[in-house]
């Protein structure tokens, strides 16, 4: 069963870069999809971003400006900025596993979450 | 890009009842619209893809329909741990985007 663990700070400055980390076990980061996603407290899921197992990389067009996605084979695992952060961004952030099911393209596998708060 | 929206935002409903759930989009994504469910404090988890395949584990009791613009998450007979929040999906090869979700509270 592959596992996803996030990690980094739980708070940020505003105006300061969101840095995370998540680690993959239990499974190959070389294969695949792998994916950002966010939920505000009490609000809904949003996609920030994604990159396949060749390198290639897809954004939100709503935070493309701010965002980098990129994965590091080695160490499997899969890193997010998001820059000039404002309290807006203060979400939970998940990493998640896409793949193809029978065709279709779908999250697999989810991280447990990790809060970051957005304050001074 | 592709919107979802869900219907209704918010259900009330009782063990037992059979309820369902609509997600419509803004355009024809023939059957590639997946559901899945969250739970207060945890990760979505993955029910149906496809439309209608259930996914391994998922409970006879959910089902899914539909095609093109509209489709259903249906859940027979609820059970206590059904009370949860659902979101449509779906995920090409550009954008990935979810439905607002649907809160389903015991009555």
């Known amino acids: 069963q592959v596992q996803l663990q996030e990690s980094g700070p739980g708070l940020v400055k505003p105006s300061e870069t969101l840095s995370l980390t998540c680690t993959v076990s239990r499974g190959s980061i070389s294969s695949h999809y792998w994916t950002w996603i966010r939920q505000p407290p009490g609000k809904g899921l949003e996609w920030i971003a994604y990159?396949?197992?060749?390198?290639?990389?897809k954004y939100n067009p709503s935070l493309k400006s701010r965002v980098t996605i990129s994965i590091d084979t080695s160490k499997e695992q899969l890193s997010l900025k998001l820059s000039s952060v404002t309290p807006a961004d203060t979400a939970v952030y998940y990493c998640a596993r896409a793949a193809y099911y029978d065709g279709y393209k779908v999250f697999d596998f989810w991280g447990q979450g990790t809060l970051v708060t957005v304050s001074s | 890009d592709i919107r979802l929206t869900q219907s209704p935002s918010f259900l009330s409903a009782s063990v037992g009842d059979r309820v369902t759930i609509t997600c419509r989009a803004s355009?024809?994504?023939?059957?590639?619209l997946a559901w899945c469910q969250q739970k207060p404090g945890k990760a979505p988890n993955l029910l149906i893809y496809g439309a209608l395949i259930l996914q391994s584990g998922v409970p006879s009791r959910f089902s899914g329909r539909g095609s093109g613009t509209e489709f259903t998450l249906t859940i027979s007979s609820l059970q206590p741990e059904d009370f949860a929040t659902y979101y449509c999906q779906h995920l090409n090869t550009n954008s990935y985007t979810f439905g607002q979700g649907t809160k389903l509270e015991i009555k």
């Open positions: 990159i396949s197992y060749s390198g290639g990389t």
């Open positions: 355009q024809d994504i023939s059957s590639d």
